[in-house]
T-cell receptor, first 114, second 113 residues
């Protein structure tokens, strides 16, 4: 069965520091992968997605993610974190034949220290 | 502005009561979804609808019901059969039936009195 694991429940970084949020997936075929961000009490917003092609994908707000098939990973990165990046981040995987059933990880809550 | 509107933002349910959460979109999207979010867990799919008058069960449909009589509306009813309804409920929509990019509402927090 498909699954998504986000190993880090909470991460704290200083403003201006680099960030990497980990995501590992379990899926037999080529996965379709997503990163979403959620501010407190709000809905989710799509940061970026990977379907095929270049394994390094660029998203909104200066985020990028790299698909590594050999490691079954799709880690999210940002070179310099801003205080406004504090939020919860969700990795998700979908069936290649249909994205209706997204499977979400448990999320990583990011805190940013000034 | 186009978007998804969920109401109410907070809702309280009494024992044995059915409650209905509203979700309206003016994005002209074909597909709509309901997710449940519990603390420390990812989102879980309750129901989804790809076209009007049609919907499918997600992973945790028991104790919930939906309707899709209009393209812009996808209300979710939490029935008395749902024994643990306290959660944050998120409605989403997508332009295509394949759900490539989901647009989310701001959610409804349901609590039991």
């Amino acid at each position: 069965a498909q699954s998504v694991t986000q190993p880090d429940i909470h991460i704290t970084v200083s403003e201006g520091a680099s960030l990497e949020l980990r995501c590992n997936y379990s899926y037999g075929a080529t996965p379709y992968l997503f990163w979403y961000v959620q501010s407190p009490g709000q809905g989710l917003q799509l940061l970026l997605k990977y379907f095929s092609g270049d394994t390094l994908v660029q998203g909104i707000k200066g985020f990028e993610a790299e698909f590594k098939r050999s490691q079954s990973s799709f880690n999210l990165r940002k070179p310099s974190v801003h205080w406004s990046d504090a939020a919860e981040y969700f990795c998700a995987v979908a069936h290649s034949g249909g994205y209706n059933k997204l499977i979400f990880g448990a999320g990583t809550r990011l805190a940013v220290h000034p | 502005d186009g978007g998804i509107t969920q109401s109410p933002k907070y809702l309280f349910r009494k024992e044995g009561q059915n409650v209905t959460l509203s979700c309206e979109q003016n994005l002209n999207h074909d597909a709509m979804y309901w997710y449940r979010q519990d603390p420390g867990q990812g989102l879980r799919l309750i129901y989804y609808s790809q076209i009007v008058n049609d919907f499918q069960k997600g992973d945790i449909a028991e104790g919930y019901s939906v309707s899709r009589e209009k393209k812009e509306s996808f209300p979710l009813t939490v029935t008395s059969a749902q024994k643990n309804p306290t959660a944050f409920y998120l409605c989403a929509s997508s332009m295509t039936r394949s759900g490539e990019k989901l647009f989310f509402g701001s959610g409804t927090q349901l609590s039991v009195l």
